[in-house]
């Protein structure tokens, strides 16, 4: 987890009342004013009647009195604040994780300089229950985050990196006073594991496992299954298929109607990530009992329904497709989620050509090399959607590719001294992931609208200043998408300017472009690549996100920050930086009908 800094924090609650005829409709904003974008943690579901919002603030004193505080705001789903607590932590302490059971809080947080990591569990008064620190840790999982699960209305489970020898995860089952019921390792005899995803299942854990085996492009993943009540391994399972012609390559779990499991995701012929070319997708659901189905398509009998000429060259062969998520229907039927995206140098960035060879030509070209034999500046387009279907027996039933508008991002190597871009960042899937963790992949979650559910992406247009958020029906044949403006304050700020300086110009601002009429460079936006980010941080993407599925149906949950008053007379520059302090603002969207 990333360390974050806040000033000091004034609370503000704005509520806005409307009455129409008998019935009685509230919108609500919640604002926290003189907090930072560095400071804020997220904002995530309590239960379905609330969420919690935690945020650090830090600098308070110096030498041995300095400390950081946590602070947890209990909201209701009006976004009334129910209940709110300070933590108070060391300087280098950073948390690892926070949930709520139901009844109590559960906060880890860790010092990899000491080499400490705390667990502590409040009540949500913040009154102390039971706290443990654990001396020592390792170097190697030192910096390595804890994971949290609530287990009933009473205990936690942790998931821990553990380094013995041999490196590998623990699962560990606490009471409200952190007593423990039982810790499970899961160590190799050979190779390392970690833990990419999990969830709950009926009376199962479900964990989604990554065996490193010290090959820079060998993959391997399992999926394993957890006995709740009593810590042990049921079954471990190599996500590949039985004839040995298919290798998952998987980034998330799902519960499973029936308390199973299951994941899917692109397939490989050999478990080798080959310049991220993926031979086709794959779904693997696990029972109970921890058998395993394992089922998957090549792209060749399905390139007919997805080709067109924006992925043409891409068809043509092998083709690049990041799948992103997977939703479980009632019946327990699911679609897995994916985005094309293809690969080239800026001067592919958001060009229409109807020759698909071009395009792939233009996808090999290498204007400028860095010292690592790389190009430095090189441009990822993201495409249609692709949606693939299952029925609850894990049998394929089709495939829908959904247009919409495409996404280009130019990527850059930085320039900043000891965090410059590694060889073999770009390697692969390692791009693909980092730009999807940091947001640049549109596609968010899916969320359930007043009568079925929408797939949920947003779009930035850096040269415009504009961002758009948009709502495409899961079940939708074709594109059939609307979309609502969700500009960012600071964005407004500069569109604000811009329109000030088009309206000077006279006949000349007939030159504004809106954004359904951008092409070219007007589609692109630009990252800088650095040597920490990390290409498995994927719950990067929850803090790189200014959006969350709500507990509401129909509603979604968005937050802005917006600049203290008088920041209009400071330079743009001050006013953007994460350290600034502004006013968090978190309210509805509603989800726009067609």
Not at 249 to 276: E, L, R
Not at 401 to 414: E, Q, R, W
Not at 527 to 544: C, I, Q, T, W
């Amino acid at each position: 987890m990333r360390k974050k800094k806040a000033g000091h924090l004034v609370l503000g609650l704005l509520l806005f009342l409307g009455c129409v005829g008998s019935n009685t409709t509230a919108a609500q904003t919640l604002e926290l004013k003189n907090v930072t974008r560095q400071g804020f943690e997220g904002l995530k579901p309590l239960d379905k009647n609330g969420y919690y919002l935690q945020f650090i603030e830090g600098a308070k004193g110096s030498g041995k009195t300095a400390k950081q505080l946590l602070h947890l705001y209990i909201l209701d789903n009006p976004l009334k604040i129910a209940s709110d607590f300070v933590l108070e932590l060391s300087p280098n302490e950073t948390v690892d994780d926070v949930a709520f059971n139901g009844g109590n809080f559960m906060v880890i947080y860790s010092n990899p300089l000491a080499r400490t990591r705390t667990m502590k569990v409040v009540d949500k008064q913040g009154k102390e229950i039971a706290t443990k620190k654990i001396e020592k840790l390792p170097y190697r999982t030192a910096g390595r985050s804890s994971a949290i699960e609530p287990v009933g209305a009473a205990d936690f489970l942790v998931i821990n990196y553990v380094k013995d020898k041999k490196f590998g995860y623990s699962v560990e089952r606490f009471d409200e006073k952190l007593e423990s019921k039982y810790s499970q390792l899961q160590i190799p005899e050979k190779k390392k594991i970690y833990p990419v995803d999990y969830t709950l299942s009926g009376n199962r854990l479900y964990v989604l496992e990554y065996v490193d085996a010290d090959a820079s492009d060998y993959f391997e993943y399992h999926l394993a299954a957890f006995d709740l009540a009593t810590g042990s391994l049921l079954k471990s399972q190599d996500l590949k298929s039985a004839d040995g012609k298919a290798f998952g390559f998987a980034t998330f779990v799902k519960p499973a109607p029936n308390g199973g499991a299951v994941t899917g995701g692109m397939y490989f012929d050999s478990p080798k990530v080959q310049k991220a070319n993926s031979d086709g997708f794959f779904a693997a659901q696990m029972k109970p009992d921890g058998t395993l189905d394992f089922s998957y398509t090549n792209w060749d009998q399905v390139k007919n329904v997805v080709k067109d000429k924006s992925t043409a060259a891409m068809w043509g062969g092998k083709t690049k497709t990041f799948m992103h998520d997977l939703v479980v229907k009632p019946d327990g039927s699911y679609t897995l989620i994916g985005e094309n995206y293809r690969r080239g140098d800026s001067d592919l960035a958001g060009e229409q050509s109807k020759n698909g060879l071009a395009i792939a030509s233009k996808a090999l070209k290498v204007t400028d090399l860095s010292g690592g034999g790389e190009p430095s500046e090189e441009a990822v387009t993201v495409a249609e959607f692709v949606l693939i279907d299952y029925d609850a027996q894990n049998k394929f039933t089709g495939v829908r590719k959904i247009d919409k508008p495409n996404a280009v991002t130019v990527v850059k190597l930085t320039q900043e001294q000891g965090n410059l871009s590694y060889i073999g960042q770009r390697k692969g899937l390692n791009l693909a992931n980092i730009l999807n963790n940091y947001g640049y992949f549109p596609y968010r979650f899916t969320a359930q609208g007043t009568s079925r559910p929408y797939l949920t992406y947003w779009q930035r247009y850096d040269p415009l200043k504009k961002e758009l958020l948009y709502f495409t029906p899961l079940d939708a044949q074709q594109t059939d998408t609307v979309s609502v403006d969700v500009s960012s304050a600071d964005l407004q700020q500069f569109q604000a300017l811009e329109s000030s300086i088009t309206g000077k110009l006279g006949a000349l601002g007939k030159l504004a472009k809106k954004v359904e009429e951008v092409k070219g460079d007007d589609h692109k936006n630009y990252f800088e690549l650095k040597g920490s980010h990390d290409p498995y941080d994927y719950r990067a993407k929850d803090l790189n996100s200014r959006v969350m599925a709500s507990n509401v149906a129909g509603k979604i949950l968005i937050y802005d920050f917006v600049p203290e008053p008088g920041s209009e007379k400071k330079s743009f520059f001050a006013q953007l930086t994460d350290t600034t302090p502004g006013t968090l603002k978190v309210w509805y969207i509603d989800i726009p009908g067609k």
